[in-house]
């Protein structure tokens, strides 16, 4: 049987045939360079690693990873610029606003699962790139899942005092006193790399305890030990070389010789392993520099012995 041709509406047809035009126009406006520096800030903030639910095999960035904390389990939405679904209706400034401010465009405060304490320390140029190459990734339709966190904790009224006790907004500013190899060290651990969200022990309302600066923690994200990483000799790595710590972020092995698991394994299958021989140098001068902090709770390995 031969089938009739549909013929297509000449208003929808010219409709499509210009939509196709802005489209390829806004693809030939995108600087390859900017998407060129947002695949490496993507690969610094690690953004795969908790927007991805590669545990039931999901889309790249449509969310839906658990992350169980002690207030309950959220899962990370959909970044991917599927409009309906997705973020592919927000602005350059809806973004930067979610990462600086932890706002969303619809003005609800953001739980800080999504780790906008550190984000907002990134530069505007970061951030902007960011969302460039975020744009240029496939469009995902997945609905977002609702958090399960317990309660109070899930009242997002709560989150604007919150803020306010917790939370200071601000751009990295250099450090004149120090190298630029030590600032780019710092920039990357304190803002897209955001170390501390995971390195540093929280107070009983999830706050960042600034004294203890990553020291670790032995209730990190789903309840595992994160471990110290400030230049304790005890409980830190204040004995190991900064050959150890690049060596670490390449590759994930240990001073010991056994090799990261868990979490932190896949930070360096993901980001880590991905960032360049002199930004690994960088975090490993940045984190040697530090004032040693006693924890031990949260003790991390000792060259040339068992994991602890």
């Known amino acids: 049987m031969i089938r009739a041709r549909r013929r297509i509406p000449g208003g929808f047809a010219a409709a499509l045939f210009f939509s196709i035009l802005a489209a390829d126009d806004v693809q030939a406006a995108t600087d390859p360079a900017q998407l060129e520096r947002g695949a490496y800030v993507f690969i610094a903030a690690d953004c ?52 600086r401010e932890g706002v ?62 917790n939370f200071t907004a601000g751009e990295f500013v250099p450090d004149p006193a120090k190298s630029q190899v030590w600032n780019r060290g710092a920039y990357l651990v304190q803002a897209p790399g955001h170390c501390g969200e995971c390195h540093t022990p929280r107070g009983w309302l999830g706050g960042i305890d600034e004294d203890y600066a990553l020291s670790g923690t032995p209730d990190g994200p789903d309840g595992e030990k994160v471990p110290n990483i400030t230049p304790d000799k005890e409980t830190g790595i204040g004995g190991w070389e900064k050959a150890d710590i690049v060596r670490v972020l390449r590759t994930g092995m ?3 010789g056994d090799f990261a698991g868990s979490a932190m ?26 004032p040693p902090i006693e924890n031990p709770d949260a003790k991390a390995t000792k060259p040339g012995s068992a994991f602890d």
């Not at 960035?61 to 959909?78: D, E, I, K, Q, V």
């Not at 304490?117 to 190459?133: E, F, G, N, V």
């Not at 960032?275 to 690994?280: E, G, H, I, K, P």
Request: negative net charge; charged residues 20%; proline residues 10%.
């Open 48 to 99: 795969q690693a908790c927007h991805t639910d590669v545990k039931n095999k999901g889309a790249p960035m449509a969310g839906g990873r658990a992350l169980a904390t002690p207030f309950g389990t959220f899962y990370s939405p959909n970044i991917t610029p599927d409009p309906e679904t997705g973020i592919g209706g927000w602005s350059d400034e809806d973004f930067v606003r979610a990462l």
């Open 104 to 165: 969303s465009p619809d003005g609800d405060y953001y739980f800080p699962v999504l780790p906008y304490p550190s984000y907002t320390r990134m530069t505007d140029q970061d951030i902007r790139d960011l969302k460039a190459y975020l744009f240029s990734l496939p469009p995902v339709t997945q609905a977002n899942k609702e958090h399960e966190v317990d309660f109070p904790f899930g009242w997002r009224f709560t989150l604007g005092p919150w803020q306010w006790m």
């Open 254 to 256: 240990l001073p010991d």
């Open 265 to 290: 394994a896949e930070v360096v299958d993901t980001s880590t392993s991905k960032l360049t021989d002199a930004d690994r140098d960088a975090i490993a001068e940045y984190l040697l520099s530090l």
